[in-house]
């Protein structure tokens, strides 16, 4: 198992640059770059390029509507380039309200959109001729009868370093989990509980394997939480409350929420409801206070390094690949020595 870590864009992000070097040298191994509503992931990706040696270096995620499916195979293939063979391009739809508010384009169709975009990119990255790609969602060239109907198939101008860029996508939805285990390389969940993994997402992961094609690696998951070691460690876990309250609550429209549709897939569908009706009440510290102790436990991991190295083996058993965490110091410590602390525990 690998470590992971998303970058903080709420701070100074080229300072942050520093502290991803430190943390690579404890032993982090994958760095997730996000990108909501602010700065762009791929320019700070190709900076931690130039400031880093071994770990790999993530998009956490971009949007398949912000971007063209060529300009993101060109993007992963140049941050590539620049950090010898490090991107590691994460994707995902967003929703509705970013996508058409922020972006101004219709956010229809994203599982097709998804999967269109994945196979475009690889046939851009093949590089062995040019791109004629004609899908549901997604066209490229423009057919005849579309704008000017001058396009030509085009290949990139530069050939990659390597013959694929892994993709990984953050999914939720039943339909979306199952395009990503036949398609992706690696899967993005959010609030990724092991023990429940099987019960929501086990019949869709099963029927997306089966149709996976066999060229590609087994599928990969990056997954975990806030990380607080030590004897009383155990009370780091009220610090997600405000982020569960407000993902639940706040992060998408009534119907169009997908972490709202998560926590009820998990079992709290009227502790849902009760966050949501809070949080858009504007009264967000008891949407948090909603929020049940045991979805706070089942969401991190908090406490005694016996009670870590057990939460560690269910990750592990439920095929996650890379321990994604929030490192929470205790009793002084820095986030760096809590990501070598649990590099020991894995190694």
């Given amino acids: 198992m690998k470590i992971s ?9 080229v300072g942050s640059a520093a502290q991803v070097s430190e943390l690579e040298s404890a032993g982090l191994d994958l760095i997730w770059v996000p990108e909501a509503y602010g700065y762009d992931a791929p320019s700070f990706m190709g900076f931690l390029a130039a400031r880093t040696e071994r770990i790999e270096i993530g998009s956490g995620i971009l949007s398949i509507y912000s971007r063209t499916p060529a300009l993101l195979a060109m993007t992963a293939a140049g941050i590539d380039a620049l950090s010898g063979g490090r991107c590691q391009l994460g994707l995902g739809s967003s929703g509705p309200q970013v996508v058409e508010g922020l972006h101004g384009v219709p956010f229809s169709a994203p599982v097709t959109r998804t ?8 046939a851009f990255w093949a590089h062995d001729r040019p791109v004629n790609y004609s899908g549901r969602a997604v066209r490229t060239p423009l057919p005849k009868g579309c704008g000017s109907g001058l396009g030509i198939p085009m290949k990139l101008l ?62 990969q998951i990056s997954a975990g939480g806030l990380l607080a070691i030590g004897p009383d460690a155990a009370r780091a876990r009220e610090l997600a409350r405000s982020q569960l309250a407000l993902f639940i609550g706040g992060m998408g429209a009534p119907g169009h929420n997908y972490y709202y549709d998560l926590v009820s897939r998990y079992g709290y569908a009227k ?12 009264d967000k510290a008891g949407a948090a206070a909603a929020v049940p102790a045991t979805l706070l436990e089942a969401t991190t ?47």
């Fill in 301 to 347: 991991l908090c406490g005694t390094e016996s009670y870590v190295r057990d939460r560690l083996d269910a990750y592990r058993e439920a095929g996650v690949s890379h321990l994604q965490v929030v490192p929470v110091p205790q009793n002084g410590e820095s986030e760096t020595a809590v990501v070598a602390r649990l590099k020991n525990f894995i190694s």
């Fill in 5 to 13: 870590m998303q970058l903080r864009y709420d701070r100074d992000i």
């Fill in 158 to 219: 530069t050939p990659p370093v390597r013959p694929a860029v892994p993709v990984w996508v953050a999914a939720m939805g039943p339909k979306n989990v199952r395009m990503v285990a036949e398609t992706a390389d690696g899967w993005l969940p959010m609030f990724f509980v092991p023990e429940w993994c099987d019960r929501v997402w086990g019949a869709a992961l099963r029927a997306g394997t089966a149709a996976r094609d066999p060229q590609l690696s087994p599928l």
């Fill in 115 to 122: 999967r269109e975009t994945i196979e475009i990119m690889r």
């Fill in 271 to 282: 502790e849902a409801e009760a966050i949501q009706r809070l949080f858009l009440a504007g």
